[in-house]
């Protein structure tokens, strides 16, 4: 992201006690290591891959000052990747997410 912009959250359960842990971690570290980025909203996806990227893809179209995605479980992290590359916006907006790995 460079150190500015905006970012958003597209996560699993709103009731999952790790995530949001991650979620009030990520937010805090973002926005008090970097004063030029902004948390927007954090959107909530359940398990369902296909959900969370258009949930990716509606938020950039809603602001288009979004230039972070932070996918916070195992299938949203995908998804907001996905979202960037079918908007064709790789290099434009940055995402980074995490989940469990498969093997």
């Known amino acids: 992201?460079?150190?500015s912009g905006k970012f958003a959250i597209v996560s699993c359960g709103e009731t999952a006690t790790n995530l949001n842990a991650y979620i009030d971690a990520a937010k805090e570290k973002m926005t008090s290591d970097y004063p030029d980025i902004e948390f927007t909203q954090t959107v909530y996806?359940?398990?369902d891959?296909?959900?969370?990227a258009q949930?990716?893809?509606d938020l950039m179209n809603a602001d288009p000052e979004i230039n972070g995605l932070?996918?916070?479980c195992a299938s949203a992290a995908p998804a907001v990747a996905q979202a960037v590359q079918d908007a064709g916006r790789i290099g434009?907006?940055?995402t980074v997410g995490g989940g469990t790995p498969m093997t």
Do not use: P, R
């Not at 891959?49 to 969370?52: P, T």
């Open 45 to 47: 996806a359940g398990e």
């Open 49 to 52: 891959q296909a959900k969370a």
């Open 70 to 72: 932070i996918g916070i």
């Open 1 to 3: 992201m460079g150190g």
């Open 92 to 94: 434009e907006v940055f």
């Open 55 to 57: 949930m990716a893809t």
